[in-house]
């Protein structure tokens, strides 16, 4: 990584930190040449905080650290992209990312993407494709019949086939709304609104 950090006055880049696994923008800090190898060597993110004037690695504080899973750098070479894992909540408030709660969007969007993709490409040898194909009445019986095995296992103590079968559960609903042409976000909408 070739990073300009002459470009600016104070020879500070910005560091745009996302959720490794859910993409969501976490927060902006600012890095120098020091903060840079020291999250590079470290593993976890370190900013060079311009109030304190010193180096700050998050969470040395809160214990709240940003374990880093990658970082790039854009086509100007003057800001820096980190994917990280936090260990916990991300802002001083209290909210997971510094940007508020509200565009939390995680794997199961990534999910309800992966199988729209496979229905609208007609992914002949795709599971998700074949359901599809076999209608809304099977769709809707296949989302009953995993809720029926939930339920089941729900009164079990094997915590193990019951995660398995709330992941079938999800997959398959995710299907039928494909089949209702309803969005995930459109059923987030409704569950937000009777938060309120």
Avoid at 87 to 105: A, L, P, R
Avoid at 113 to 134: A, G, W
Wanted: aromatic share 8%; proline share 1%; charged share 30%.
């Amino acid at each position: 990584m070739n990073i300009n950090f002459n470009k600016n006055n104070d020879n500070l880049v910005p560091v745009i930190i996302q959720d490794d696994r859910t993409l969501q923008v976490l927060m902006l800090g600012y890095m120098n040449e020091e903060a840079f190898s020291k999250t590079k060597e470290e593993g976890v993110v370190t900013f060079f905080s311009r109030s304190k004037n010193r180096l700050w690695t998050k969470g040395e504080e809160s214990g709240n650290f940003l374990t880093v899973k990658s970082m790039d750098i854009d086509c100007d070479n003057d800001t820096i992209l980190i994917k990280a894992i936090p260990t916990n909540t991300v802002c001083h408030t209290g909210s997971f990312s510094c940007f508020g709660e509200k565009n939390v969007k995680g794997f199961l969007y990534e999910l309800e993407e992966k199988i729209n993709q496979r229905i609208d490409d007609r992914v002949e040898d795709s599971y998700t494709y074949s359901l599809f194909q076999r209608g809304i009445n099977k769709i809707a019986q296949k989302v009953g019949e995993e809720a029926v095995e939930l339920v089941i296992e729900a009164k079990d103590d094997n915590d193990n086939l019951f995660k398995n079968e709330a992941a079938d559960l999800l997959y398959h609903f995710l299907v039928l709304l494909k089949a209702k042409n309803i969005h995930l976000e459109d059923i987030e909408e409704i569950l937000l609104a009777r938060k309120k």
